[in-house]
């Protein structure tokens, strides 16, 4: 079956534009997780979802981050107004459900990096 | 605060040696899970094992073994005979479950293992 899937693989964009990257979720699986890894670190989480419900967005490092999932199945992470320091890998994970140490498969990432 | 902790940075092993990961974590909660992940060159995250709090028996599947001990707060991850294809990134990762909702993630920094043909 079909892992989960990120778009793009690779994003180059000016300071200051708005990008949106795009995760579509393990058929059937409930909750989707949002992660950004810097080169040389472990992903660091950014934000959840079970179904279309936001739960946890305390990872979003400030107001220019948002996360939507408005169906349930596919999830946008938006970054408004990108700054160099925005530039990592971002990744996207799914699970069957939320609870109880279901493990969290992830896709290959969106490289963002900011001219 | 949730902290996962994977001192060794970088080893390099001949092939068909033996090599040992070490991942100590720290957490407040009692019920908690610990998972391994390996970041091969191409870059992706692959899950390989799941460990909870209250199962403290040692695994082994193939070559891959891993050795949690709670009184040391420890979960290493050791890989027999090593071959080439097992050069990559392993991350230890930790996830507290007493409180509803948090479901996130606590990485290590990583270590990267290098097998030396």
């Known amino acids: 079956g079909a892992g989960v899937s990120q778009s793009p693989r690779y994003k180059v964009t000016k300071r200051g534009q708005d990008v949106a990257l795009r995760c579509d979720p393990i058929?059937?699986?409930?909750?989707l997780y949002w992660y950004r890894q810097a080169l040389g670190q472990g992903p660091e989480f950014l934000t959840y979802f079970n179904y279309e419900a936001q739960q946890d967005k305390s990872g979003l490092p400030n107001d220019r981050f948002s996360a939507e999932r408005p169906e349930g199945s596919i999830s946008t992470l938006t970054i408004q107004r990108t700054e160099q320091r925005d530039s990592a890998m971002y990744r996207c994970?799914?699970?069957?459900?939320?609870?109880?140490?279901?493990?969290?498969?992830f896709g290959d990432g969106t490289r963002l990096s900011i001219l | 605060a949730q902290k996962v902790t994977q001192a060794q940075t970088e080893i390099s092993v001949v092939e068909k040696e033996d090599v040992t990961l070490d991942c100590v974590y720290e957490t407040r909660d009692t019920t908690y899970y610990l998972f391994w992940y390996k970041q091969p060159p191409s870059g992706e995250l692959v899950f390989l094992i799941r460990?909870?709090?209250?199962?403290?028996q040692n695994e082994i599947s193939g070559r891959y073994s891993w050795n949690f001990q709670k009184s040391t707060s420890s979960f290493n991850f050791t890989i027999t005979a090593s071959q080439v294809v097992d050069s990559a990134v392993y991350f230890c990762?930790?996830?507290?479950?007493?409180?509803?909702?948090?479901?996130?993630?606590?990485f290590g920094t990583g270590t990267r293992l290098t097998i030396i043909p």
């Open positions: 994970a799914s699970s069957l459900v939320g609870q109880r140490g279901q493990p969290q498969h």
């Open positions: 990762a930790l996830k507290e479950a007493s409180n509803f909702g948090n479901e996130k993630l606590t």
């Open positions: 460990r909870n709090s209250f199962d403290e």
């Open positions: 058929s059937g699986h409930v909750s």
